[in-house]
């Protein structure tokens, strides 16, 4: 028996935000982080809340890759002032610190009568789909921890595109790429259904469809709107399936030397695709038949399996091409000698990750060493 959880609520397309004027609330916590208070964005929430007269408190320290530390943090803060309302407003880690908070918050205090905040995600890069997913990653040094948990999803998801038409044409190409990942990592899982099947193929064709247009023009809002929709739609099928190793392998990679999580998935991605594939075998893997599935559905060819693989391998490498992206881990400042010397350590981490249990093929560390290897050079048209 299988299930397929929907989960949150989700108010989309222009003036979204608007919603905020319709939620009962008497003391609200907004987290958020100083790029958001910078451009103006955490005031035009506040601005909502000071105009309905309801107080409110701004935690805006959050930065990237969140740590242990930052989640001690933020419980002190909302443990003290006991919101009704959390409103999440940024990237993913923004919505991932706020989420281990509230999470944490919830399994210290099993017994008390009060009753959990009401959790609105508002995310502002098209990219994690953290708003709908029941996943947080939290960093503890040099590893990244992934929770999961249906207790992590927000209760209200707010996609408005003028909140990413912003977004630096990089960071644009780093989130978008995270978007394909999460579908083509759901669309093989081994938990993959019918339904999640449905969401990973229309959020793959958007993709390759509207990404470009997002990072060459960020002010075009239909574009922004379509990309904004891809990624909660990619989110809403992998928190129900689950990922696969291009995850594990980047949360190892972005842990022990930075690289940022949707630029390590874009390095990784296309030799992982091409492991799931049994590229270089038989090419006959269940996982191998949904790839040349979905190069058909982009009107690649795709008249054998093989054939199907390598137009989606050739695809993934012109969309890193055409937006600048690196073309291997070597390419990202890393240098070669502390690579190798903690490439062991970052297979181990993906082993251990969360996400590696549901990818098609079961792999060993020799596997994992093959694939960061071949990232390295990047180039993974020629490679395959």
């Not at 907004?30 to 035009?44: E, P």
């Not at 105009?51 to 990237?64: E, K, S, T």
């Not at 644009?172 to 993959?192: F, I, N, P, R």
């Amino acid at each position: 028996m299988s299930e397929f959880l929907l989960k949150p609520r989700i108010r989309f397309g222009p003036d979204a935000l608007a919603i905020l004027n319709e939620l009962p609330a008497r003391n609200v916590m907004l987290v958020t982080d100083q790029a958001m208070v910078k451009f103006g964005l955490a005031d035009r929430v506040t601005q909502i809340l000071h105009a309905r007269g309801i107080a409110f408190q701004v935690w805006d320290d959050v930065v990237a890759d969140p740590n242990i530390a930052t989640v001690v943090r933020g419980m002190k803060r909302m443990d003290s002032s006991s919101p009704d309302l959390v409103i999440a407003l940024g990237g993913g880690s923004v919505i991932d610190a706020a989420k281990a908070v509230i999470f944490a918050l919830a399994q210290i205090r099993p017994d008390t009568r009060r009753e959990p905040p009401c959790f609105v995600a508002i995310p502002t890069t098209s990219g994690t789909g953290s708003e709908v997913t029941a996943f947080s990653v939290i960093k503890a040094h040099a590893e990244k921890l992934v929770l999961v948990d249906p207790l992590l999803l927000p209760d209200i998801a707010i996609l408005d595109p003028a909140l990413v038409a912003s977004v630096p044409p990089a960071i644009t190409a780093d989130t978008g790429m995270d978007v394909l990942c999460h579908a083509l990592e759901a669309y093989v899982s081994l938990a993959a259904s019918d339904f999640s099947d449905a969401l990973a193929e229309k959020v793959v064709q958007q993709v390759f469809r509207f990404l470009p247009t997002c990072w060459r023009n960020g002010g075009d809002l239909l574009a922004r709107e379509k990309m904004h929709n891809a990624s909660c739609m990619a989110g809403m099928a992998f928190t129900n399936v689950s990922l696969g190793i291009t995850h594990s392998l980047a949360h190892a990679l972005g842990g022990v030397f930075r690289v940022p999580h949707g630029r390590a998935n874009a390095l990784l991605m296309a030799d992982v695709v091409a492991w799931n594939a049994d590229y270089h075998g038989q090419c006959d893997t269940n996982a191998a038949r949904k790839y040349a599935r979905l190069a058909h559905l982009l009107d690649l060819p795709a008249a054998t399996t093989r054939q199907g693989v390598a137009s989606l391998l050739v695809a993934i490498q012109a969309l890193k091409d055409e937006m600048g992206m690196p073309a291997g881990i070597r390419d990202t400042g890393v240098l070669v000698d502390e690579f190798e010397q903690r490439l062991a350590e970052m297979v181990g981490q993906a082993l251990r990750d969360n996400c590696t249990p549901t990818n098609p093929r079961a792999p060993d560390a020799h596997a994992l060493i093959e694939i960061y290897r071949r990232a390295w050079t990047g180039n993974a048209v020629q490679n395959h």
